[in-house]
């Protein structure tokens, strides 16, 4: 614990912590530049994530990534425009089922969490992009796997998150309704 609060990559995951915490509130409201918010959380994880050696989850960072650059093109499109552009979600199946099988071996954590983990948020993201509610519901049953998670991969800020992000879920479907 010590050497995690001395080498400053506490303040890059505080970061994209509190990006996170914006972007989910403001998903809520429905604001496309919310996907912004969530690129930056990407990125400050990305970082996080590279210095633990954590490779399952930096490839998989990319694919939330494209995700989240995807969902600010078409968020304003036409619902038949919109779910043309979704079939892009089905490149993700083989983006993650790649991750697992190259990065399996070296994983830092128990493995099993980190494919979990993935599957909760790539659904939760693809669920968002097609303007679903089951994000919402995705999201709530995230943050009570991902307790484990972090406590697993040593990731202590994110331990703040699944209190937070459970209440801006319910928020979240209260608007979306």
């Not at 994880?45 to 960072?61: A, C, D, G, P, R």
């Not at 097609?130 to 040593?154: D, M, Y």
């Amino acid at each position: 614990m010590l050497e995690y609060l001395q080498n400053g990559l506490w303040l890059i995951e505080a970061l994209a912590v509190a990006a996170m915490f914006s972007f989910t509130y403001f998903l809520a409201l429905k604001k496309r530049w919310a996907w912004y918010l969530y690129l930056i959380f990407c990125v400050g994880m990305l970082i996080v994530f590279t210095q633990k050696e954590s490779w399952i989850t930096v490839m998989n960072q990319f694919a939330t990534m494209f995700l989240a650059v995807r969902n600010i093109v078409i968020w304003d499109w036409s619902e038949e425009r919109r779910k043309k552009a979704l079939l892009a979600d089905y490149a993700i199946i083989p983006w993650y089922v790649a991750s697992v099988i190259i990065f399996w071996p070296g994983a830092v954590v128990n493995a099993w969490w980190e494919v979990f983990m993935w599957v909760f948020i790539i659904t939760k993201q693809v669920s968002w992009g097609r303007k679903s509610r089951g994000g919402w519901w995705i999201l709530i049953g995230q943050h009570i796997f991902a307790t484990g998670f972090n406590i697993v991969s040593g990731t202590f800020v994110l331990l703040i998150r699944p209190v937070v992000e459970i209440t801006l879920a319910v928020y979240g479907l209260r608007k979306w309704k």
